[in-house]
């Protein structure tokens, strides 16, 4: 499931089987409260992030589980769709950014085939987390993620090009890159 940080709410219904079951009460937990808020089925996005809206029955203590991703609001981008660039980002949309479901009009299904490059300066200086980086980005320009306080990060195959110190002054301890990544114009 998908929602968007700062978004409209999504109940969530669970079915207790057998339906003649004596005791229906559950409780709704949600793995981060920081990300999503669940009380009586009701999911309410708070803030990007991938979590776990688990029911829990009271008889027998059984589970089931909903992986919900938030996004970040697309007001917080700014998105050039003649390069399919994202130029700039507003910090106030938070430590933790997810690049999707829609920036200025463009639906998550297409996003990936439209933004190939992360701008220079795009998200500099803007104290993040955590990214989560589309599947068909090609390129992540100089100084992209400069300054922040990523540790981890995934480059997915689709990136063919990191540009010089895109991921500078960070706090990272871990990296994936893909196997056809060029790194140029390294600083000295």
Not at 28 to 43: L, P, R, Y
Not at 75 to 99: E, M, N, Q, W
Not at 127 to 139: D, E, F, H, R
Request: hydrophobic share 40%; aromatic share 8%; with cysteine.
């Amino acid at each position: 499931m998908i929602l968007e940080a700062e978004g409209e709410n999504v109940t969530i219904t669970e079915i207790i089987t057998p339906s003649q079951a004596t005791n229906k009460k559950v409780t709704w937990i949600s793995d981060d409260v920081n990300i999503t808020n669940a009380s009586a089925g009701v999911v309410t996005p708070l803030a990007s992030g991938i979590t776990v809206i688990t029911v829990l029955t009271d008889d027998g203590n059984y589970t089931a589980g909903c992986a919900v991703t938030v996004s970040t609001p697309e007001r917080y981008f700014t998105f050039d769709g003649k390069t399919g660039t994202i130029p700039d980002f507003d910090s106030a949309g938070g430590k933790h950014i997810l690049i999707f479901p829609m920036v200025d009009g463009v639906n998550v299904e297409n996003i990936s085939d439209n933004i190939t490059t992360i701008g220079e300066f795009a998200f500099m200086y803007n104290q993040l987390a955590s990214v989560t980086i589309g599947n068909s980005l090609i390129a992540i320009s100089d100084n992209a993620f400069y300054d922040n306080q990523l540790t981890s990060i995934i480059i997915p195959d689709s990136v063919t090009a990191i540009v010089g110190s895109a991921f500078a002054f960070n706090q990272i301890t871990s990296i994936s890159i893909g196997n056809d990544v060029n790194i140029s114009n390294l600083p000295q």
